[in-house]
């Protein structure tokens, strides 16, 4: 996504086909984000595993999958970024409301990757930065053999074209690292 009055390209994971991913498959979704932000020349890229709120509940089943998530990137089962969680989406983009609420977090402010819950919650994430911020979003299914490139039928004509250019900048991505 591509935020005005945000510092950087917006990666949000998965709100398109995942309807309610288990901790393996975040998992995954993780380390596929995070390979996909090398390509785009990220070197560590910051993921933020959101959800309600930033602490762990344990009837919030949202935040101790982010926490589990986490704790497996700091003992090397995610590689290739920083990933914190369980973070509110304020205090993962925003370092003044971290400070505001005491969390404290190495990628808050500058979070290049979100992963969200669950579709419904990606969904609504996605579509409201679309439509009350005016962020242009670009779309990919990332995982199988070949990128997929993923458009909703109310997405702009610049929005589809980024999430074709993505895709074949992913694809050629793909080809050289085999």
Same mark, same amino acid.
């Given at each position: 996504?591509?935020?005005k009055?945000?510092?950087?390209?917006l990666t949000?994971?998965?709100?398109?086909?995942?309807?309610? /991913? *288990?901790l393996?498959q975040?998992?995954?979704?993780?380390?596929n984000?995070i390979?996909?932000a090398?390509?785009?020349g990220i070197e560590k890229?910051?993921v933020?595993?959101?959800?309600?709120l930033?602490?762990?509940?344990?009837?919030m /089943?949202?935040t101790i *999958?982010a926490?589990c998530?986490?704790k497996m990137?700091?003992?090397?089962?995610?590689?290739?970024?920083? #990933?914190d969680?369980?973070l509110g $989406?304020d205090n993962a983009i925003?370092?003044?409301a971290?400070?505001?609420k005491?969390?404290?977090?190495?990628?808050?402010?500058?979070? *290049?990757?979100?992963? #969200?819950p669950?579709i419904?919650?990606?969904?609504i $994430?996605?579509?409201?930065?679309?439509? !009350?911020?005016?962020?242009?979003p670009?779309?990919l299914l !990332?995982?199988a053999?070949?990128p #997929?490139v993923?458009?909703?039928?109310? *997405?702009?004509?610049?929005?589809k !074209?980024?999430s074709?250019?993505l895709g074949? !900048?992913?694809?050629?991505?793909?080809k050289t690292?085999v």
């Amino acid at each position: 996504l591509q935020i005005k009055g945000y510092d950087r390209l917006l990666t949000m994971t998965d709100g398109a086909m995942s309807i309610s /991913p *288990d901790l393996k498959q975040k998992s995954q979704i993780i380390q596929n984000a995070i390979y996909y932000a090398h390509s785009m020349g990220i070197e560590k890229p910051k993921v933020a595993v959101v959800a309600a709120l930033e602490l762990v509940n344990p009837d919030m /089943p949202a935040t101790i *999958d982010a926490a589990c998530l986490a704790k497996m990137s700091e003992r090397g089962q995610i590689v290739g970024g920083i #990933v914190d969680g369980p973070l509110g $989406f304020d205090n993962a983009i925003s370092k003044e409301a971290a400070k505001y609420k005491g969390v404290e977090s190495p990628v808050s402010g500058e979070v *290049d990757i979100v992963l #969200v819950p669950n579709i419904e919650s990606g969904n609504i $994430f996605a579509k409201g930065l679309v439509y !009350l911020a005016n962020a242009v979003p670009a779309g990919l299914l !990332l995982g199988a053999k070949a990128p #997929v490139v993923l458009v909703s039928r109310s *997405d702009s004509a610049q929005s589809k !074209l980024y999430s074709i250019a993505l895709g074949v !900048l992913m694809s050629e991505m793909t080809k050289t690292k085999v």
